[in-house]
């Protein structure tokens, strides 16, 4: 006859070592998973836009790619506690209206009020403040509901309190922004920034060659 303690290590030896791991590390985990999948959706795309590869992937198939975040969350939670209760959605209405209005405030202000800052000598000056009220500027799309779900369901509602209990709200912020960053920078900027980084190289090497050549 097996003794308590043995009865309970065991269910969870035969669980796996990929189970093991994530309950052990969940964080490290998650962000691993969650770069594997989305980046390697997309680099045949960027594979493509260096001419390395013959083949394309729709922009679908990168669109699927947003939601690694979200599978790998759900992944892990069901892997270390069976279930997939891992995050809530929202704590309280005012705050959901707040951050609803907040968010709306910054995509639609903030975003093209930064571009013409860094675009031009005088940027508030060349703005058109009536296109915000204007229902024809914008083209909302089904995509640009249902994507976030992808994202955020793993970065902000699986990951971040889990660093926040680690690290503290400031630091678990800052590293939440940075892997962020770093997962969507094939998606959106890697196929546009290698050639303006081989252009910069080249630039680089010849100004040294050049410079060479006059001493």
């Known amino acids: 006859m097996a003794s308590p303690s043995q009865s309970l290590v065991e269910p969870r030896f035969r669980s796996g070592f990929f189970t093991n791991l994530a309950r052990t590390y969940p964080i490290s985990v998650f962000f691993v998973l969650t770069y594997v999948l989305g980046w390697g959706m997309v680099v045949p795309r960027v594979l493509f836009s260096l001419g390395l590869v ?10 699927v790619s947003f939601y690694a975040p979200c599978v790998a969350a759900l992944w892990l939670q069901w892997v270390t506690e069976r279930n997939l209760r891992m995050c809530r959605f929202y704590e309280s209405w005012p705050k959901l209206f707040l951050g609803l ?18 675009g031009t000598s005088s940027p508030l000056h060349i703005l058109n403040w009536q296109v915000f009220f204007s229902f024809a500027s914008y083209h909302i799309y089904f995509s ?39 997962f969507m920078l094939p998606a959106l900027s890697l196929v546009q920034i290698w050639p303006i980084c081989m252009r910069a190289a080249m630039a680089i090497l010849n100004l040294e060659a050049y410079s060479s050549g006059c001493q």
């Open 54 to 63: 013959p083949f394309n992937v729709p922009n679908w198939w990168v669109a």
């Open 101 to 118: 209005v907040a968010g709306t405030f910054f995509v639609l202000v903030c975003g093209p009020v930064v571009a013409a800052f860094f």
């Open 144 to 182: 640009q509901f249902i994507t976030p779900i992808g994202q955020e369901i793993g970065w902000r509602g699986y990951a971040l309190p889990r660093l926040q209990r680690q690290f503290g709200p400031v630091r678990a912020s800052v590293l939440i922004g940075l892997m962020w960053a770093g």
